[in-house]
């Protein structure tokens, strides 16, 4: 599999460390809000990465944190925790916020069919780890007190800028929006670990450290959360572009220093989901959610769909005229697999199934190829082949693209089931069919007077009769 690697900048061949086995991290959410579906296409992006390594034959773990402390209002170290701002939005308690999101979090995955990871572990839940690992890095000389604070030393490294060739004059203050001077720093890339109430009086969630009370910075957390599940080397890092600069690239310079050898092999990065205005943000306000969609009608797995069809390395634009033909696309694929189950299904034929499933392959071993993913799905439909290998092959798909086609289709068969003996116990129902099937008779017969008299009794019973090719359908008013 050739997968995109932000650290190299090119597509290269998919290797684990360990044969057979994957390790990978994602990102978790900052809870001080609901996801918005920009976050949310990161996410169905990184679950459908899992599911193919998986599919084909890689014993994933995905280990991914929940960031319920330290993460400031900028991604550098300036302004006050998110956690503790959505705290005073509700008048609430950081904890009571931080469980309220983390469970709407995993609701709004589990509609879009996004796999809940193997270990999920909130920040506050791991401090030793952090304050044991920014010891080391204290004795190790990558990390330095000032102010109160415990600051990794960027300038220790041979190489701190991986992703991008971000120079220091790039972080002036007031060239990045909400970087401030931090007059503790040695360098300006210099990065907070431990951050103490000498710089926030008013933080809620705060631990006894050798350097003082205070809490972990928010780069910390995910380098520590990592090593902790998933060991010294980690395979795959995920997230959002937005994370490459300061986040991953902060965790990189600590847990290398921290462990002296290489880290992680491959990142991926999920390009964002913009409106006309620019990039969907939880900070702007302006952002849109799963149960919105849904309020309006639409299916969350069309927004699984919708994103799907378009390659997770390029940003893609979100309108509803947009979502509105990926609603098309789901009904066409949905309406084609409820008339393959209605078919004699015959028996899978092996060698289709390997020619489709193989189309497939070819498509998301292309760095994830999702949209050419999602077109085998039509290659599928095309195919001389029995509807029994049709369905064999999109379901067989779905366990990576996770739209629950068949699941749909069977629903869809199963409410025409119902609605049709709801009708046969209706007495109007079967008094509307007794009369068009007597006037069927009359008008073979050639008794047109009959005809014409059982339609305006049919529409003074509020029942349109419209005739067609396949016999006669009704509409009640
Ligand atoms: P947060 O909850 O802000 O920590 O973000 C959770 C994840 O969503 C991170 O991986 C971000 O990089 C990602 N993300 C944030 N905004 C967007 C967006 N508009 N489109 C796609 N991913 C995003
Ligand atoms: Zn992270």
Known sequence: MLLYNSATRRRDEFVPNEEGKVSMYTCGPTVYHYAHIGNLRSYIMEDVLEKYLRYVGYDVTRVMNITDVGHLTSDADTGEDKMLKGAKREKKTVLQIAEYYT???????????IKTPDVVA????????????????????????????????????????????????????????????????????????????????DQEL??????GVGYPGWHIECSCISMKF??????????????AFPHHTNEIAQSEA??????????????????????????????????????????????RLFCLQSHYRKSLVFSYENLDNA???????????VSLLKEDAGEVISEDFEAGKAKFCTALDNDLNTSLGVTAIYDVL?????????????????????????????????????????????????????????????????????????????????????????GTKYKID
């Open 258 to 303: 921290f462990l002296g050898h290489k880290w992680c092999n491959y990142w991926f990065h999920v390009h964002h989901l913009n409106t006309n205005s620019g990039k969907m943000s939880k900070s702007s306000g302006e952002f849109l959610t799963v149960s919105l969609l849904e309020s309006k009608g639409y299916n969350p797995l069309v927004y």
């Open 206 to 211: 705060k631990w006894d450290s050798p350097w």
């Open 382 to 470: 095309k195919m001389k082949t029995t509807p029994a290998t049709k369905l064999a092959l999109i379901e067989d798909f779905d366990r990576v693209l996770g739209l629950d086609i068949v699941v749909a289709a069977k629903a869809q068969i199963e409410k025409e089931r119902e609605a049709a003996e709801a009708a046969a116990s209706d007495p109007f129902i079967q008094e509307i069919e007794a009369l068009i099937a007597e006037r069927a008779a009359a008008k073979k017969a050639r008794d047109f007077a009959r005809a014409d008299a059982i339609r305006s009794e049919l529409t003074d019973k509020g029942v349109t009769i419209i005739d067609t090719p396949e």
């Open 122 to 201: 909130p920040a506050t839940s791991c401090i030793d780890e952090f304050i044991k690992v920014i010891k080391s890095l204290i004795e190790k000389g990558f990390a330095y007190e000032a102010g109160g604070n415990i600051y990794f030393d960027t300038s220790k490294l041979r190489q701190y800028y991986i992703f991008n060739d971000f120079r220091e004059e790039d972080l002036e203050v007031g060239v990045r929006e909400g970087v401030e001077e931090d007059g503790n720093k040695k360098n300006k890339a210099d990065f907070v670990l431990w951050f103490t109430k000498s710089k926030f009086d």
């Open 230 to 243: 998933l060991g010294e080397k980690l395979d795959i890092h995920c997230g959002g572009i937005d994370n």
């Open 103 to 113: 469970n709407a979090f995993f609701e709004d995955c589990k509609k879009l069919n």
């Open 327 to 337: 609603v098309i696309a789901y009904n066409k694929i949905v309406a084609k697999a």
